[in-house]
């Protein structure tokens, strides 16, 4: 069976299939005479379906040396080598191709916990939104297990199963204000303390009435120190710069009539120097309360070491910033969950003072199962 005609331009190629050596032979030998010049002998599989069922075959090419217009020979070896790495190359991309399919099959693989659905799709969802392969596994399969195949099927219920699991995941708290106190905002840089600590002087001094006073021990640029008299000066709380440990445990010592907010200089997780010169006015001041502020825009890997780097300071609380930018908040909720240090407060918006809220277990809850079903 003579199966494909290269048509090259100079030289006549022919394909022989045939089911052994000697039978492929005498076709090529019948078809092209007895000085047929053989080019290759391969195994080939024909027939069957994707590939079941299929049978091996031998293919041979050929080439009739007779033939008219036949190239001289080392312009034919040139065509043929031509023709062979043409084929070669196809070959290989053949089997890139292929490989490629293999790598995203297994990397599916790898990703799928082979739940059935919808919890496969949970899964899916709970290691796109920062959870590892096996803290996705553990949740899948505690809240499969508490449910009915019958319940299974339900979305409210499912839905009612989640959030009884993440409820309750992270420790929220809610901060016992009174006079006298001292608390201190630290956190990275741009993350939203000072603004956290006018929504809570606002509150603190127009819902609750409490006598405050503000220091800033952030004296690196003077628009962050003016930004904070600013707001003292609207809610006429008393305000002062700071400028020594030294003087901060003077100043924080002298009164015991007021609730004092302190607020510093962002530093970077990243600089222990600097995350130092902040201990050192822990240690001055020894605050009741160390908010640690963290942006829930970063990613949790970041989180993570933002909270390692300021354990030094050891901080009570936990204030999130910024929830109004992120649709993702299950990653930075499971660092918290695993710091164990409570969350107070959580932020959603630049306004002061009404864009801040006590942090809730429901709500948090609420807010991440929504992010695991979100379709
Ligand atoms: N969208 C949004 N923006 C916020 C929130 N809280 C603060 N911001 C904005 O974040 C930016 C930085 O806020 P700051 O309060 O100056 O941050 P900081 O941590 O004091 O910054 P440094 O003192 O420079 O370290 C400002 O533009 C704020 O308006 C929030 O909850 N949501
Ligand atoms: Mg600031």
């Given at each position: 069976?003579?199966?494909?005609?290269?048509?090259?331009?100079?030289?006549?190629?022919?394909?022989?299939?045939?089911?052994?050596?000697?039978?492929?032979?005498?076709?090529?030998?019948?078809?092209?005479?007895?000085?047929?010049?053989?080019?290759?002998?391969?195994?080939?599989?024909?027939?069957?379906?994707?590939?079941?069922?299929?049978?091996?075959?031998?293919?041979?090419?050929?080439?009739?040396?007779?033939?008219?217009?036949?190239?001289?020979?080392?312009?034919?070896?040139?065509?043929?080598?031509?023709?062979?790495?043409?084929?070669?190359?196809?070959?290989?991309?053949d089997i890139?191709?292929?490989?490629?399919?293999?790598?995203?099959?297994?990397?599916?693989?790898?990703?799928?916990?082979?739940?059935?659905?919808?919890?496969?799709?949970?899964?899916?969802?709970?290691?796109?939104?920062?959870?590892?392969?096996?803290?996705?596994?553990?949740?899948?399969?505690?809240?499969?297990?508490?449910?009915?195949?019958?319940?299974?099927?339900?979305?409210?219920?499912?839905?009612?199963a989640l959030?009884?699991?993440?409820?309750?995941?992270?420790?929220?708290q809610r901060?016992?204000?009174?006079?006298?106190?001292?608390?201190?905002?630290?956190?990275?840089?741009?993350?939203?303390?000072?603004?956290?600590?006018?929504?809570?002087?606002?509150?603190?001094?127009?819902?609750?009435?409490?006598?405050?006073?503000?220091?800033?021990?952030?004296?690196?640029?003077?628009?962050?120190?003016?930004?904070?008299?600013?707001?003292?000066?609207?809610?006429?709380?008393?305000?002062?710069?700071?400028?020594?440990?030294?003087?901060?445990?003077?100043?924080?010592?002298?009164?015991?009539?007021?609730?004092?907010?302190?607020?510093?200089?962002?530093?970077?997780?990243?600089?222990?120097?600097?995350?130092?010169?902040?201990?050192?006015?822990?240690?001055?001041?020894?605050?009741?309360?160390?908010?640690?502020?963290?942006?829930?825009?970063?990613?949790?890997?970041?989180?993570?070491?933002?909270?390692?780097?300021?354990?030094?300071?050891?901080?009570?609380?936990?204030?999130?910033?910024?929830?109004?930018?992120?649709?993702?908040?299950?990653?930075?909720?499971?660092?918290?969950?695993?710091?164990?240090?409570?969350?107070?407060?959580?932020?959603?918006?630049?306004?002061?003072?009404?864009?801040?809220?006590?942090?809730?277990?429901?709500?948090?809850?609420?807010?991440?199962?929504?992010?695991?079903?979100?379709?």
């Amino acid at each position: 069976m003579i199966i494909n005609n290269i048509g090259a331009d100079f030289v006549e190629l022919k394909k022989f299939i045939a089911t052994n050596m000697a039978e492929a032979m005498i076709k090529v030998k019948n078809e092209l005479g007895s000085d047929a010049i053989i080019l290759q002998t391969r195994r080939v599989k024909r027939g069957g379906f994707l590939g079941i069922g299929s049978k091996v075959y031998i293919e041979v090419t050929a080439m009739n040396e007779d033939k008219q217009n036949v190239p001289k020979p080392s312009q034919s070896r040139m065509t043929i080598a031509n023709e062979s790495s043409l084929q070669l190359k196809n070959e290989l991309s053949d089997i890139k191709l292929a490989l490629k399919s293999v790598n995203e099959k297994l990397s599916s693989v790898r990703r799928s916990g082979n739940f059935p659905e919808p919890f496969e799709h949970i899964h899916t969802k709970l290691i796109e939104s920062g959870l590892s392969f096996s803290e996705a596994t553990s949740i899948v399969e505690k809240t499969s297990q508490s449910m009915t195949p019958l319940e299974a099927r339900d979305d409210e219920k499912i839905s009612r199963a989640l959030k009884m699991h993440f409820y309750g995941m992270v420790k929220t708290q809610r901060v016992a204000f009174s006079v006298p106190q001292k608390i201190i905002f630290v956190g990275p840089t741009g993350v939203g303390k000072t603004t956290t600590l006018a929504k809570i002087a606002a509150m603190l001094r127009i819902k609750e009435k409490l006598p405050l006073s503000i220091l800033t021990l952030d004296t690196y640029r003077i628009a962050a120190a003016q930004q904070l008299k600013t707001y003292a000066d609207i809610m006429h709380i008393p305000f002062k710069v700071i400028y020594t440990p030294q003087e901060a445990e003077e100043v924080s010592s002298s009164t015991n009539e007021s609730l004092i907010l302190m607020d510093t200089a962002g530093r970077s997780q990243k600089d222990a120097m600097k995350i130092e010169e902040i201990s050192a006015y822990v240690r001055a001041i020894k605050p009741e309360m160390v908010f640690l502020t963290i942006d829930a825009t970063k990613k949790r890997s970041d989180v993570e070491d933002v909270i390692s780097h300021f354990m030094s300071i050891a901080p009570t609380h936990i204030i999130i910033t910024k929830i109004d930018e992120t649709s993702s908040l299950l990653g930075i909720m499971t660092s918290l969950a695993n710091s164990k240090i409570p969350l107070s407060f959580v932020t959603n918006g630049q306004n002061v003072p009404e864009d801040i809220m006590y942090a809730d277990e429901l709500d948090i809850s609420t807010l991440i199962v929504k992010e695991v079903l979100d379709k």
